[in-house]
């Protein structure tokens, strides 16, 4: 799953250099792994919370490429510091959600689309 998300997160930069939207690629981005998550069964409340807050994350992100275009250094190290970010901020998000439906199991089930 991760290289899959690699591979999209390198189609997205390359969308970005191609047209220069940022808000577009962020968009793609977080789509397919909104999608993805809802075919490996995440729960609802999980998807839309991680949605919102990777969107707001790689918006950001795609923005500051943008924006150092034209630095080749800056936009290097926004590129790989923005990539180990997003899999940390990934991680962390999922892990806050869960113990959070941990702590009531009758919303957790209610949620849960699987």
Same mark, same amino acid.
């Given at each position: 799953m991760?290289?899959?998300?690699?591979?999209?997160?390198?189609?997205?930069?390359?969308?970005?250099?191609?047209?220069?939207?940022?808000?577009?690629? !962020?968009?793609?981005?977080? !789509?397919?792994? !909104?999608?993805? !998550?809802? #075919?490996l069964g995440a729960a609802l409340l999980e998807l839309v919370v991680g949605a919102v807050i990777a969107l707001v994350f790689f918006s950001l992100y795609f923005w500051l490429l943008d924006y150092y275009e034209e630095s080749v250094g800056k936009w290097y190290l926004v590129l790989i510091l923005g990539f180990l970010l997003?899999?940390?901020m990934q991680a962390f998000v999922t892990a806050v959600v869960r113990s959070l439906l941990g702590a009531n199991e009758e919303l957790?089930? #209610? #949620?849960?689309?699987?």
């Open positions: 991760i290289i899959l998300e690699i591979i999209v997160l390198i189609v997205c930069v390359r969308l970005l250099i191609y047209t220069n939207k940022p808000f577009l690629c !962020a968009g793609v981005y977080v !789509a397919f792994t !909104a999608l993805s !998550a809802l #075919l997003s899999f940390f957790s089930s #209610l #949620l849960n689309i699987y």
